[in-house]
């Protein structure tokens, strides 16, 4: 946070570089570039504007926002990882609500990690309103996770619930790194 304020600080109207694309101002444009032909102009802003943009007020909408947590630091591959040799993934745990497979990513290497779990039980089946409760469950699983999987999603991990025959599916994927479960 500190490192971005820092940058953050460097940015000003003094030293900017403004983009400006429309249509409205083809006729007004003086450069053809060679490649592609494309049309653009170069011009300084007025000064009125430049002081208009370094003394306008903070906005208190525009923040830089707390560290997500959720953000991968080690995307290495963990070389020493047994199963990246395996031909097929394997079943390394089993009890009786449910089995856990795995198999590291040998041919491509990559530090993702496809996590689909099923819990399994009885209990929906045993009357109409247990169905009914399974079959909602997920959706308002999803709701009451919502502020908390915002940072989750924006550091590229996703999840799934659905209810299965089997029972509850669930599906993580990410990088590896902050997808711990054990």
């Not at 991990?157 to 479960?181: A, C, M, Q, W």
């Amino acid at each position: 946070s500190q490192m971005l304020r820092g940058i953050l600080n460097h940015l000003t109207p003094r030293n900017c570089a403004v983009i400006l694309s429309s249509k409205n101002y083809e006729s007004s444009v003086d450069i053809v570039e060679k490649w592609m032909g494309g049309k653009y102009s170069i011009a300084d802003l007025c000064p009125e504007t430049i002081n208009l943009w370094a003394n306008a007020p903070a906005l208190s909408e525009l923040f830089v926002p707390s560290s997500n947590k959720y953000l991968a630091e080690d995307i290495k591959v963990k070389v020493d990882e047994p199963s990246l040799e395996w031909e097929t993934v394997r079943k390394i745990e089993e009890t009786s609500i449910g089995e856990l497979w795995f198999k590291g990513d040998g041919q491509f290497k990559l530090p993702r990690a496809f996590i689909s779990l099923i819990i399994r039980s009885h209990l929906p089946y045993e009357n109409a309103k247990n169905k009914a409760m399974y079959e909602f469950f997920p959706f308002i699983l999803i709701r009451t996770m919502a502020e908390v999987a915002y940072d989750a999603e924006t550091a590229m991990l996703s999840y799934h619930f659905s209810p299965e025959t089997s029972g509850l599916n669930v599906k993580i994927n990410g990088l590896n790194d902050k997808l711990r479960f054990r």
